[in-house]
């Protein structure tokens, strides 16, 4: 790609990693070169020589220089890249209005969306691991929608001091720095997920350039063995005719040669295997990579057009707002108004949604009961429901199911959500949700209604995708069915269905059972081990050496933040190879953690190690608190003598 623009190629001084951020630079600052050149040549065949006109080169010519600029000072180059658009444009804002008091009140807004525009120039330009660069040119830009009024009213150049009256005004404000905070962050979080598949991608990479030079060495040596081979079969023929009674010894290195060739050949063809997995492992790390770069384009997308439509609304809204002959229909225009802010909210709200499904969140696997999950799911329904509907349910096949309980609540309330919205009002409503397990504990989650339905040979293609709805008759955003499939793909699983107009539709979830779900690191380095048992659902902490202060405190917060995102109420602590704290911080654990935990679900501790005399006084003070706070407190020899007793309380504790 760098030989078809060698002219915008970074110097060799350049680190490898910023070069391509370079280059990009480079090729956009003379794109920008050219756009602005040709804006200026719009403006001077229709208006001549303006104030703004040397703005405007100056701008050009900034822009000109940028890939001379990054040859030596490529961070200078790359920061001038980001904030010359927004104070540039911010000072042709402040001067023009200066210099033509009878502007328009729309440049109170132009200037705002351009400034806008820029928060995506950052994350084009500079690296994640560029912290303070991004944040400089996007605290820019943010600062620069916040002081814009300030500013203008400072120079006397305020919307309300140069006459106008829109009472609506200042709302725009908080559109546009909302806007701004869901750009900034939506672009920022997907381009960590892509900068990770880049890393795996070079990861794998590296290793299959690894193993390919092993073969070459092995193949090396299959050719000095082979080499050796012949010498061996040459010198035996010499000998056979010179000395018949060597038959017996050709006759065993014959042998053994055979056998080399066959440990030869099973080394090839474990080669060869090695080889084809690591050619896999790349293949799936690249169509990964490929994914995610779609769902950014897809994510973009949805950004733009789901905002105009609202924003355009209001700017409409707010320019009738103002104009004299409006004055009785204000109080409707008012109610507009709110409703596309209202509308704006949902968009935003739904926009952040999925970004947390593409952030890791909640990824500790818990055991669920269905049971539980249905009624939460049946409460917050509870107003949609009616009493003509039948509903019926059946858990007994596969009552439980290890997973993430959150995404398990969505994804039944979506479901079931989906069912009654698009119910046939010719009939009852009806309703069927069931469980069950496969041979391979793979669970099934089946709900079936006999609603609308959705004919698919016309949409199969369309049914999981963002904001497709099929019955245009119906509220609805088309969301919930796109967050299903993220969920159930996030969990590992598939889901699939059977429709028919008018007839209904079912819904089949397939989860897998999640691999080592007794051992969920939460968080782990020399001194201690903290994961979640979803067996038990405890939280497991093991100390594993005399810990400082510092290390001490930092692993009990890790897990109160444990305990308040998954409130398992037991936990199990190996003190053994803790060493003695200080009483600082055995108070500090008394009087913070430990109530802490309580108030957040905690109903029992197993201690390993707590019985040693060493620890008698600091034993004693956690189990005067225990009783204080009506919390179980036993003491055990072993991890598998406490697991044992969390797992008597399983059944109560899951019900």
């Not at 008394?590 to 957040?600: D, F, H, Q, S």
Request: glycine fraction near 6%.
């Amino acid at each position: 790609m760098l030989s078809r623009f060698n002219f915008f190629a970074p110097s060799e001084g350049i680190p490898e990693a910023v070069r391509p951020a370079v280059y990009v630079t480079n090729i956009l600052s003379w794109i920008f070169t050219l756009l602005t050149a040709v804006l200026f040549g719009i403006l001077y065949s229709f208006f001549g020589w303006t104030r703004s006109s040397s703005f405007i080169i100056g701008v050009a010519l900034i822009f000109l220089l940028i890939p001379f600029i990054n040859l030596r000072f490529y961070n200078a180059g790359r920061l001038l890249f980001c904030v010359v658009p927004v104070y540039v444009a911010f000072s042709i804002s402040v001067y023009g209005k200066i210099m033509a008091p009878e502007h328009s009140y729309i440049t109170y807004f132009d200037i705002r969306y351009i400034v806008l525009a820029t928060t995506i120039l950052p994350a084009i330009t500079f690296l994640i691991e560029e912290k303070w660069k991004l944040a400089f040119c996007m605290g820019s830009t943010l600062l620069c929608l916040i002081f814009f009024d300030p500013i203008h009213n400072a120079f006397g150049l305020g919307y309300y001091q140069r006459g106008f009256t829109a009472r609506s005004y200042y709302y725009i404000n908080y559109i546009t720095i909302i806007s701004f905070l869901v750009l900034a962050f939506g672009v920022l979080v997907l381009k960590v997920i892509t900068g990770r598949a880049e890393v795996r991608v070079k990861k794998t990479i590296d290793q299959l350039n690894a193993t390919n030079k092993l073969l070459m060495t092995k193949n090396e040596e299959l050719m000095q063995l082979n080499e050796s081979m012949a010498q061996q079969s040459a010198e035996l023929i010499r000998q056979k005719k010179e000395i018949q009674e060597s038959r017996e010894l050709i006759s065993e290195a014959n042998i053994l040669i055979s056998q080399q060739q066959e440990r030869l050949l099973e080394s090839n063809k474990s080669l060869e295997k090695l080889v084809a997995q690591k050619t896999s492992d790349l293949s799936s790390t690249n169509e990964e990579l490929i994914r995610h770069n779609n769902e950014l384009r897809q994510f973009s997308y949805t950004v733009s057009h789901n905002l105009r439509a609202p924003v355009a609304r209001l700017l409409g809204l707010t320019d009738l707002f103002h104009k004299p002959e409006m004055e009785q229909e204000r109080t409707g225009i008012a109610g507009l108004i709110q409703k596309a802010g209202k509308d704006l909210d949902e968009i935003l709200k739904d926009l952040h949604q999925i970004i947390d499904l593409r952030n890791d969140l909640y990824q500790v696997r818990e055991k669920i009961a269905f049971k539980d999950e249905w009624q939460k799911t049946l409460f917050v329904l509870q107003e949609q429901l009616r009493p003509s509907y039948r509903i019926q349910t059946n858990f007994d096949q596969a009552p439980f199911i290890y997973s993430i309980r959150a995404m398990i609540q969505s994804i039944l309330y979506n479901l079931v959500s989906n069912a009654i919205k698009y119910r046939n009002p010719e009939n009852d409503l009806k309703i069927e949700v069931k469980t069950y397990t496969l041979a391979d504990q793979t669970v099934i989650l089946e709900v079936k209604d006999n609603g609308l339905g959705i004919n698919l040979q016309t949409q199969k293609e369309n049914i999981f995708k963002l904001y497709r709805r099929f019955h245009s008759h119906v509220d609805g955003k088309g969301l919930g069915l796109y967050l299903v499939k993220t969920q159930v793909e996030t969990l590992g699983g598939g889901i699939t269905l059977e429709s028919e107009v008018n007839r209904g539709t079912t819904f089949r979830v397939s989860l897998p059972y999640p691999e080592n779900i007794s051992k969920q690191i939460i968080f782990e380095n020399d001194a201690v081990s903290i994961y979640f048992d979803a067996g038990i659902n405890n939280t497991v902490i093991l100390w594993l050496r005399g810990v400082s202060p510092d290390e001490f405190r930092k692993a009990y917060h890790q897990v109160l933040s444990s305990l308040k995102t998954y409130h398992s109420p037991g936990c199990i602590v190996d003190f053994t190879r803790q060493g003695v704290l200080p009483e600082a911080e055995q108070h500090w654990l008394i009087a913070t953690v430990i109530p802490e935990a309580v108030r957040n679900g905690l109903k029992r501790i197993a201690g390993i190690g707590l019985a040693d005399p060493a620890r008698k006084s600091y034993f004693e003070l956690i189990l005067a608190k225990a009783n204080a706070l009506g919390l179980e407190l036993r003491l055990f020899s072993s991890l598998d003598d406490a697991r044992a007793w969390m797992n008597l309380f399983i059944q109560t504790d899951t019900k």
